[in-house]
């Protein structure tokens, strides 16, 4: 890193150390929410330890969001390490939820289980991303064509939305409306979770249609699959065909 400043690369310089500098933070921050995990767990006393493990889930989707590793030398998150990152924040939310509902604790847990729903369905669909050009499996000896796993994590996240959705039009009707005091992400409440259902039904339409020609029925039958797992109304169950329900 020394020999950039002394061949005055600057720019590179000054980036490799903030590279290195934002790796020492996020190794701190979750150092410090294992220990908080742990004191949750035998205190009984202070945070909930679902609302810890929100905030490890959380933590690790955002190590996402940049597409960067970071460390020296900086460089893109391969495929590999996106979906390993995408699967232990959805291992953190998940016991997140299933602590949110134990008995065995004497804090009061203040977790909202919707909102971790729609992130964990947005951690299923960053690994079904990362699975997007997954070969089709062959025919099987019944006749059926296994799904990929990327159409599995799809349909996991389509559900995730919609049971988020359901629980934020719930919990919107009990306050008499969305949070206000806050912006960005779930905070949009149940508004939120329905745009990303027709955003991420769009994005598996448009999947489909960019495969190879000799997918295409394939790729349109598998994300008329996906997109069925939430319908926007029962308008075009009247349709004929794969097409006639996917576009009509």
């Known amino acids: 890193i020394e020999s950039k400043f002394r061949n005055r690369n600057y720019v590179q310089w000054a980036n490799s150390w903030a590279g290195l500098f934002v790796m020492a933070l996020r190794t701190m921050r979750a150092k410090a929410l294992l220990v908080a995990r742990y004191l949750a767990k035998k205190s009984q006393q202070g945070m909930h330890p679902s609302e810890v493990m929100e905030d490890i889930g959380t933590a690790l989707f955002c190590n996402l969001m940049a597409s960067t590793v970071y460390g020296y030398p900086m460089h893109p998150l391969t495929l590999h390490e996106k979906r390993k990152i995408a699967e232990r924040s959805l291992s953190a939310l998940r016991e997140a939820i299933q602590l949110s509902a134990s008995s065995d604790y004497t804090q009061r847990s203040q977790t909202i289980c919707w909102e971790i729903q729609f992130l964990a369905g947005k951690c299923h669909e960053k690994i079904a991303t990362t699975l997007r050009e997954e070969m089709y499996s062959l025919c099987s000896a019944e006749g059926e064509i296994p799904a990929r796993l990327y159409e599995t994590n799809m349909a996991d996240a389509m559900r995730n939305y919609s049971e988020a959705f359901a629980g934020a039009q719930k919990s919107e009707q009990i306050s008499g409306g969305p949070d206000k005091s806050c912006i ?64 009509d």
């Open 184 to 247: 960005g992400g779930s905070s949009h409440g149940a508004l939120e979770c329905l745009y990303r259902i027709h955003a991420s039904r769009l994005k598996v339409l448009v999947s489909a249609i960019r495969r190879a020609k000799e997918e295409c029925e394939l790729a349109e039958l598998e994300a008329y699959r996906i997109a069925s797992v939430t319908w926007f109304d029962e308008s075009n169950q009247s349709s004929t065909g794969v097409r006639g329900k996917i576009w």
